[in-house]
């Protein structure tokens, strides 16, 4: 069982940084792969990055470049750097934990969520 709290959203103008938290209150936290998603209004739940100790990193397309997910296994607490933001990057943003092998793009394979953090990116 893992348990995600998240914190760090607001509200920032266009090509400001924000940085986001998850962190695990219970539960192993460095044997899962862990990943960020988002979702606006009226559109599916979108993948941006995971981490794990064997999978690696990855990120999507969008997040290439601006985004970067360090990760403090001490700390149990994954981050979200998230540079350059544009008024699109406007979502509520999750975090995400799975034990299970598989896409690590999809919703699908994660098991536990953080309860989401809005973020609002200003033009």
């Known amino acids: 069982q893992v348990r995600l709290v998240e914190s760090g959203g607001g509200l920032v103008q266009a090509g400001g940084s924000l940085r986001l938290s998850c962190t695990a209150s219970?539960?192993?936290?460095?044997?899962?792969?862990m990943g960020w998603f988002r979702q606006s209004p009226g559109k599916p739940r979108e993948f941006l990055a995971f981490?794990?100790?064997?999978?690696?990193?990855f990120y999507a397309d969008s997040a290439k470049g601006r985004f970067t997910i360090p990760r403090d296994n001490n700390k149990k607490t994954i981050y979200l750097q998230m540079n350059m933001l544009k008024p699109e990057d406007t979502a509520v943003y999750y975090c995400a934990a799975t034990q299970k092998a598989g896409n690590y793009a999809s919703i699908d394979l994660y098991d536990y969520w953080g309860q989401g953090t809005q973020v609002t990116v200003s033009s």
């Open positions: 981490t794990g100790r064997v999978s690696g990193t």
């Open positions: 219970e539960g192993s936290f460095t044997t899962v792969v």
